[in-house]
Structures are given as C-alpha cells and as structure tokens.
C-alpha cells in the first residue's frame, strides 16, 4: 500500500505544473440526487473551464479515486468501471454502484472525492474538500426525514429545473386527507403503494395519479416508510426553458387512491422553488476607446466565471508581437500595456491585433484595433 501511495505521489508530482493548476470542476451533480451507497447512481461532471473541456474522445476521461477508499486501479490503464462516458459537450457521466467500486459496505460511505483525468493521466482535474470551493461529493443522508415530525424533505435545497432532484417522503408521519373528525396519523405507511399528485405554481400545470401515469407517478421505498420521488421539474411537468415555476405541489395517495398521505392539518405540500440568481455576465473593456501608438493601453474583464484563475494576451503589431499577463481577480482582471515603449521601433503600422485566452486555453477574445496616426 505504501508503495502505491508513493507511485501515485510521484506521478502526480511529475506532470506539468499547469496541468495540475487548471479551473477546477464547477459543477457536478448526481442522478437520484438522494441514494444510497448500495444503489446504481450516475455521476454527472461539467468539465468546462477545466484542463479536461473539449478533451478528444479517444482520449476518454476516467476516475482516479482515493476517498472512500482505493478501488484498486492501475495508473494509465483505467478499468472500464472507472471510465466515464460523454453526454453531450463537456458534460460527463460516470454510472457506479458504490458499494461494489469502492468494495465497503454502505455505512462506511457517505462522500467521494478524487480526481477526473485523461485515460494516459496526462491532464487533470480535481474533486476535492481541499478544492476552492471544495467540491467533493457528499452524500445527503437520510437523518432529517427519518425524525419523529418530519413528513417532507428534500435535495438539493437550491435547485435547479434542468437537473435531478429528490423528495422524500415519511409515510409514518404523513396526514390523511380529512382532519375533520381525529386523523390517524401514520395510517399511510400501510399502502400498498405510493405515486404522487403533483403540479406546479399553485396547481397551473398537474400531472395526476392515474393509470396513464402509474409508471411515471411511483415512488421509490428506501425501507421503513420513507419514500423517494426522483424528477428532474421542467422534464417531469414538460416546461419549457426558461418557464418561471414559483411552487411544486403535491398530494401523496396509493395507485387507486385507497390511501392518501398529507401534510400537517391534512393540506397539500408546496415546495417553493429557490429564487433564481442572475449570473454576471463578463464584460471585457479596452481604454482609451481610440489609441495611438503613443497611449498606454488598459484591457478590464470584470465578472470572470468561476473557472477563470488567469488572462493572458498577446498583440501583435505588424513584426512585432507583446505577450503580458492581467492581474487582479475573478471579480476584475487588468492589463497595462505601454505602448510607447512595447511599439517604439514597430515601424509604420495602422492597427494591432489584440487576443485574449483564460487559464484553460479558452478564447476570450480577438480584436484588430485601429491606431490613429498622430502628426509632427
């Protein structure tokens, strides 16, 4: 073990530092959103921004995998469990069971955390608790929902239309669909089934508990009478892109509803949808507006994404070629560049080319600007 651990030291301490120093993963998410470590889950990774995006199909991305434990893999040569499969773009899917990958029982897993890289392992990326900001998987563990008053939970808290999400549903502590005369309260652990009822804003859009739906409606028993309802909301309900949903409804019941589970005081369950957060968009500015060989040139990108670490450009100008570095941070990156001094002895030129790449390769921008010609 200690000889592995070595090897892996070593290799990775031999590659190139850039390598290493990429974007890290923005966004990674899993399908259910809610499982268990003994269950079938899909892993999804968006490598955009990092030294894996647009990475060539042969080639392929794997997992290099340390935490919860060592799934025995051979440096460079990845078995087909640890191979990830494209989706679409830079958007990859690793499929596991966890129990099985990683050879522990279920109770001994509740994150992961590793590293993605090419078959070779010659570009790298990591997922990591030690990542800014760490991006580790954490599974989301059924403590909440298995307490003695709750009836809903659900995860993630803030999410998104377009990606998994998981209710889960406590049948012992659920509500039936009348409180007029002493419910009995836990009387929906005894179906024989559950499907959900749902809608969204305020029951606009339903799609029912019937027979034409009995596969779509189901939910999933994780053992004692909690209940998973795996969706994702604008594929489930049908929405269009960009459809603005306020609220998710639902109402509990067996396929013939025979059994109805319900919120406190017998209501309908409402989960608000989280407020969606408008992303900045970058914005990348060249002063003066009008230059001359004889001005100090300054380019500003503000509201950098979150996988943009550094800027760099390169102008040319005529013969002549000036490459530079901004500083600064994500929220505002600068660049100086002295003219007078870098085009001194460029000859007679009437414009400069100006390109602009992010840490990833990425190009930001390709401008040909026009030099006013000054007089004696």
């Avoid at 109770?107 to 070779?120: K, N, P, R, V, W």
């Avoid at 089934?193 to 027979?211: C, F, L, P, T």
Wanted: glycine share 6%; hydrophobic share 40%; charged share 20%.
């Amino acid at each position: 073990m200690k000889n592995k651990l070595l090897f892996i030291l070593v290799a990775i301490m031999s590659l190139p530092i850039l390598s290493i120093a990429q974007g890290t993963i923005a966004q990674i998410w899993t399908e259910p959103a809610v499982f268990n470590a003994d269950e079938q889950i899909s892993i999804y990774f968006d490598l955009t921004g990092t030294e894996l995006a647009s990475v060539a199909e042969e080639e392929g991305v794997c997992i290099w995998t340390w935490f919860p434990g060592d799934p025995g893999e051979t440096w460079g040569a990845p078995s087909d469990a640890s191979k990830l499969a494209q989706v679409e773009g830079n958007i990859w899917k690793w499929v596991l069971t966890p129990t099985e990958f990683y050879g522990k029982p279920a109770d001994q897993i509740a994150e992961f955390y590793g590293q993605l890289q090419t078959h070779s392992g010659e570009k790298i990326t990591i997922f990591a608790p030690d990542q800014d900001p760490p991006n580790h998987i954490l599974m989301y563990g059924l403590t909440t929902i298995k307490s003695d008053a709750t009836i809903l939970d659900y995860h993630p808290k803030q999410f998104s239309l377009d990606k998994p999400l998981s209710v889960l549903l406590n049948a012992n502590n659920a509500y039936p669909d009348n409180c007029d005369n002493n419910p009995v309260v836990g009387d929906f652990a005894n179906a024989p089934n559950v499907h959900v009822h749902s809608g969204v804003n305020d029951w606009a859009i339903v799609i029912e508990n019937n027979q034409a739906n009995i596969d779509k409606t189901e939910l999933t028993h994780l053992g004692d009478g909690i209940y998973r309802w795996d969706f994702i909301p604008n594929e489930y309900f049908g929405l269009e892109e960009g459809f603005p949903v306020l609220n998710i409804g639902a109402v509990f019941a067996s396929n013939d509803w025979s059994y109805i589970g319900k919120n406190v005081n017998c209501t309908d369950f409402f989960i608000e949808a989280p407020a969606v957060t408008e992303v900045a968009i970058p914005e990348l500015t060249f002063f003066p507006s009008k230059i001359s060989k004889k001005d100090l040139l300054c380019i500003i990108r503000t509201e950098n994404e979150v996988f943009v670490s550094s800027l760099e450009y390169v102008i040319t100008a005529g013969s002549k070629t000036i490459k530079g570095s901004f500083s600064g941070n994500k929220a505002e990156m600068t660049a100086y560049i002295n003219l007078v001094d870098k085009l001194k002895d460029a000859g007679d030129i009437d414009k400069i080319n100006v390109v602009i790449k992010d840490n990833t390769g990425r190009l930001i921008s390709e401008n040909s600007i026009s030099l006013v010609q000054l007089t004696d």
